[in-house]
């Protein structure tokens, strides 16, 4: 791998096999001429530009420091969720955070304390690890960032959790899910238990559906016996109510029609989430 050009402290243009790559990493072209060979091991991600020519410009335009704490995050965060960032995902946090550090210099702070409760009680792992994050960076950048930042950051990592998500998709699916569970809350007059295991077991389930319906793709699973949903109307009659109303609630916003197995694991969801949460 031959040295070509430096753009940055943390990132550098290269050749490999006939190839033009941008590669991050720490001082990687420091001291370095043109055809001089590349330490591979300070390498923390790499892109072909013939491949992806959005992803370096992008680069071009991110500071040094932002590429230096956002690898510093990335490894971090990666292990706690057992993710792993593709390179959309890791140019849209750095992207993030580089925006980030100039809303600060501004002081303009992008505060919605309502969207803060929703975003800590649907994605708690998420939203703890993200506040680890906003921490690492006032400290590596000797900046303050606000609390609201812990919100936005959330968003990236529960979107790195999905293969080619959008952070504005889950901003979408984040108030549908919200807007979900008030009413399961509103039907059973109770707060439900975010700590609990079956909460946590539904909010997977409610942002797989949702994906699905937002992309308009098809159950990956084999229909099930239309007489269950039946059963469950019997046997659940107040979860099957509150499902129809969901139904309802997502057609109004999106204009889906939720088919019979969708609405039967959702009954099975909210029996399960409203009946057992004090058991977990």
């Given at each position: 791998m031959k040295f070509l050009r430096t753009l940055?402290?943390?990132?550098?243009?290269?050749?490999?096999?006939?190839?033009?790559?941008?590669?991050?990493?720490k001082g990687i072209g420091f001291?370095?001429?043109k055809g001089d060979q590349v330490d591979e091991s300070k390498i923390e991600r790499r892109f072909i530009t013939a491949d992806d020519q959005e992803s370096f410009d992008q680069v071009k335009d991110i500071s040094a420091s932002t590429l230096d704490v956002t690898n510093k995050a990335v490894k971090m965060v990666e292990p706690l969720l057992n993710i792993k960032f593709n390179d959309y995902q890791y140019l849209a946090l750095a992207d993030h955070i580089d925006f980030a550090l100039t809303r600060v210099k501004d002081n303009i702070d992008l505060s919605d304390n309502n969207t803060r409760w929703e975003v800590k009680n649907l994605?708690?792992?998420?939203?703890?690890?993200?506040?680890?994050?906003?921490?690492?960076?006032?400290?590596?950048?000797?900046?303050e960032l606000p609390e609201s930042e812990s919100v936005l950051m959330t968003y990236h990592l529960v979107n790195a959790s999905s293969n080619d998500s959008q952070v504005q998709e889950t901003v979408e699916i984040t108030n549908l899910i919200s807007g979900v569970i008030n009413i399961i809350q509103l039907d059973y007059q109770m707060v439900l238990d975010t700590e609990s295991f079956n909460y946590s077991r539904f909010i997977t389930h409610l942002r797989a559906l949702l994906i699905r319906l937002i992309?308009?793709?098809?159950?990956?699973?084999?229909?099930?016996?239309?007489?269950?949903?039946?059963?469950?109307?019997?046997?659940?009659?107040?979860?099957?109510?509150?499902?129809e109303r969901i139904a309802v609630y997502l057609h109004s916003k999106m204009g889906w029609n939720l088919g019979p197995d969708d609405k039967f694991y959702l009954v099975l969801h909210i029996w399960r989430v409203t009946s057992r949460q004090n058991k977990n």
């Open positions: 940055n402290n943390s990132a550098a243009i290269v050749e490999d096999d006939g190839k033009e790559e941008v590669v991050l990493g001291g370095l001429k994605f708690p792992q998420e939203y703890a690890i993200a506040k680890k994050v906003v921490k690492l960076i006032n400290q590596e950048l000797d900046v992309r308009d793709q098809k159950a990956d699973t084999e229909e099930l016996d239309p007489s269950l949903l039946g059963f469950m109307k019997i046997k659940y009659n107040h979860a099957y109510e509150t499902a």
